[in-house]
Nanobody, 121 residues
Framework: QVPLVESGGDLVQSGGSLRLSCAAS????????IGWFRQAPGKEREGISC????????WYADSVKGRFITTRDNAKNIVDLQMNNLSPEDSGVYYC??????????????WGQGTQVTVTE
């Protein structure tokens, strides 16, 4: 596994929106399932979404369902995570990972640096 590059994190007020991007170099993301994960301070890393490759199905954790949307831009070779109606509970470092099926935290061998999302009241 090659670590992906996450970007787009920022400081935002509660109720605001952010769009994160996950990029790869050297391989095409459309061949892979892409998982988004996050880790809040003092908490374990958790999976929040997974977008499959060919089927184009996306799973969302209950905590983000209805607020977060994963989209793919195959021309740019990126996968975005649109985050709406953010709350302080969404704060943390966000990561993405690619695998042939939805990546699991335990099986991701190489993580990127992540991108920091901070949501204030």
């Amino acid at each position: 596994q090659v670590p992906l590059v996450e970007s787009g994190g920022d400081l935002v007020q509660s109720g605001g929106s952010l769009r994160l991007s996950c990029a790869a170099s050297g391989f095409r993301l459309y061949h892979y399932a892409i998982g988004w994960f996050r880790q809040a301070p003092g908490k374990e890393r958790e999976g929040i979404s997974c977008s499959t490759a060919e089927a184009g199905n996306t799973w969302y954790a209950d905590s983000v369902k209805g607020r977060f949307i994963t989209t793919r831009d195959n021309a740019k070779n990126i996968v975005d995570l649109q985050m709406n109606n953010l709350s302080p509970e969404d704060s943390g470092v966000y990561y993405c990972a690619a695998d042939y099926s939805c990546p699991h935290i335990a099986t991701v061998r190489s993580w990127g640096q992540g991108t920091q999302v901070t949501v204030t009241e």
